[in-house]
């Protein structure tokens, strides 16, 4: 029988401590560690002073298309390409850095996060089983969270197109950060 290395389980179990402060649900710490579901509990109370919540992740691909979380899932999908090649680290490490650089931006910019790690981490996934495509916008270049297989031309993004509700400065903040 294979033991894991004393090292290989501290790196897990403060990845998994990690994912916890950043609002990890289960599922996802059962995914990313070979931790077993008792301790991720145990931890995850220890950490958070509450039970993880029960029950499925209720997420769909479209929950990602409605205006304000196409525009922040694309904030952080863009930033996650980017760290997936150059930091050439695990792809949950480049979850947790852009992950990190998004909630960053929204609060230099005295917004609300739309995206939770969960969801984030769900949206990686959907772009790795083909769900999903990044697909350019016709005015402004910058690159939008599309469903797969979904017409690539003429595509108008939110924020060229934004619903008449949205204001106009966050709006020109978050461009800038997509077309970038
Ligand atoms: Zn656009």
Known sequence: M?????????KEIALAIELIELGARLQLLEAETSLSRDRLIRLYKEVKGESPPKGMLPFSTDWFMTWQPNVHSSLFYNTFVFM??????????????????????????DETPALS???AWTL????????????PCSRCG????????DPQRGFVCGLC????????????????????
């Not at 949950?92 to 909630?103: D, E, G, Q």
């Not at 990686?124 to 697909?135: A, D, E, I, K, P």
Request: glycine content about 4%; proline content about 4%.
């Open 2 to 10: 294979a033991t894991k290395s004393v090292v290989q389980e501290v």
């Open 84 to 109: 997936n090649r150059q930091a050439r680290c695990e792809p949950i490490h480049a979850i947790v850095k852009s992950y990190r650089l998004y909630l960053e931006h929204l609060r230099l910019h």
């Open 117 to 119: 790690l969960t969801r």
């Open 124 to 135: 990686v996934r959907y772009f790795t089983s083909g769900l999903l495509q990044m697909t």
């Open 142 to 149: 910058g690159r939008y969270v599309a469903h797969a297989h």
């Open 161 to 180: 197109q934004p619903p008449s509700r949205a204001g106009r400065t966050r709006r020109n903040a978050l461009a800038s950060q997509i077309a970038a």
